[in-house]
């Protein structure tokens, strides 16, 4: 009926198996509760201003601890805002 080539039946292959991996992982996000904390933690953070960021959105950042988040926010209370990246320098715990 379709006379496709090797190269072609190869790409509507792929084609399909993207698309249906797509709704399984749907169906799997849709209907089980544990896999939405997994989907959570690999989203991408939203830029934060650290002139403005409290404690404890300072913490739930990928690596800063609590300490660090202390560090930051002494610094900026000290210092004032920060005015350039070259400045994170200064604050213990960032290299």
Known sequence: MFNLTR???FVLIF???IFFIGL??????????WLNNVYYHFQVIDKLD???ANYEELVNL???GET???NI???RTTYGFFKNLEELRQIKGIS
Do not use: R
């Not at 399984?24 to 509760?33: S, Y």
């Open 7 to 9: 190269q072609e039946k």
């Open 73 to 75: 926010i002494d610094y």
């Open 50 to 52: 650290l002139n403005k």
């Open 15 to 17: 084609v399909a198996c």
């Open 24 to 33: 399984g992982l749907n169906f799997a996000l849709k209907h089980a509760p």
């Open 62 to 64: 990928p690596q800063i």
């Open 68 to 70: 660090l988040a202390k």
